[in-house]
């Protein structure tokens, strides 16, 4: 049996910005974030046949195909279906996947299983490529799911772990280790979940497509992300972490300019209540419409404000901040 976990991530600053060909327009900025030890499972056990069997804990669904060939076109579970796919294993296959981040969260739990699914199938098929491929790979298969451009920035952490700075460019996708403590970043940040999304959120296509067609108060907003990605980058490298909370609210500020539906007024209210006992700055983890919000807050104040959350009915989540990135282990 192969067994292979990846963690999720927060995103700090500059999401959206990631897609291609939208960083090519704004001088490819940092898009910045951080690997939660909330994660991604994946269990791989061959089979003597050709049955290939894919259960999804976290999902609560299970399929069973007699092979690879009786796979369907579309499927409640086709991102694993299609990177199993992709691996063509000559024998057959019980998967089993998990993943520890709530449905619908924006804290990249898709994008964690995704990599931890192409860690075990790449060790099962003699690791046929090389780790700095999995994320294009990894990316080109979520696209042809969700029929849209995916981003760069969620298989970063998930590979890799630590807080990072993932830099789109010309020649192919950088990224750097942002170095400090990650136990200090634990301690000044407060992640709560507000349950699986409801309305629409942000749509990056319609992002992307709305810029590519010249709308001035699209690129407006992306030039401010853009700006606050910049800055970001700079107090994390070198700054106290006191200076974080401005450029934090820039970003936030400017992305829900960008798409007002990216916040619910449930949302705007737990915002609202944590800024009265102790938080700094907030912003929607992911597309929003629903799911997780970080907070930064004041030092010595996390516990405040998690027990404002909390009582306001807001599931406050138990996390740090991790340096360990994919693990893929064989039993």
């Not at 990224?175 to 999304?197: E, Q």
């Amino acid at each position: 049996m192969i067994r292979s976990s990846a963690p999720t991530r927060v995103d700090l600053a500059g999401g959206t910005l990631d897609i291609w060909p939208l960083h090519l327009f704004f001088d490819n900025p940092p898009t910045l974030n951080a690997a939660i030890n909330l994660y991604a499972t994946v269990e791989l056990t061959p089979r003597k046949d050709k049955r290939i069997v894919v259960q999804s804990k976290d999902l609560n669904l299970k399929a069973d195909f007699p092979s690879l060939d009786a796979f369907p076109k579309k499927h409640a579970l086709d991102l694993i279906l299609k990177t199993v796919a992709f691996y063509s294993p000559k024998k057959g296959l019980d998967v089993t996947t998990d993943c520890q981040a709530p449905a619908g969260s924006g804290i990249g739990g898709s994008s964690a299983l995704n990599i931890a699914l192409h860690g075990a199938l790449n060790a099962l098929m003699g690791h046929r490529y090389p780790k700095s491929q999995l994320p294009e790979i990894a990316k080109n298969i979520e696209t042809q799911v969700i029929s849209v451009p995916a981003g760069w920035q969620d298989y970063f952490p998930a590979l890799y772990g630590g807080a990072l700075a993932v830099r789109p460019g010309v020649l192919g996708v950088e990224f750097s280790r942002i170095r400090r403590s990650l136990d200090a970043m634990t301690g000044r940040f407060v992640l709560c979940y507000t349950g699986k999304p409801r309305q629409s959120g942000i749509n990056n296509w319609k992002v992307v497509k709305d810029a590519l067609d010249g709308n001035k108060k699209t690129i407006g907003y992306l030039k401010k992300i853009q700006q606050a990605a910049l800055h970001m980058e700079e107090v994390l490298l070198n700054g106290p972490l006191e200076r974080l909370a401005p450029v934090f609210a820039a970003e936030w500020k400017a992305r829900k300019a960008l798409a007002p539906g990216i916040s619910t007024p449930e949302m705007d209210r737990l915002i609202r209540s944590a800024m009265k006992r102790g938080a700094l700055a907030a912003k929607v983890c992911g597309a929003g419409g629903g799911g997780c919000v970080a907070f930064f807050v004041a030092k010595d104040r996390k516990s405040e404000v998690q027990d404002a959350l909390s009582k306001q009915g807001a599931k406050v989540l138990d996390f740090r901040f991790v340096n360990r990135g994919l693990r893929v282990q064989t039993h």
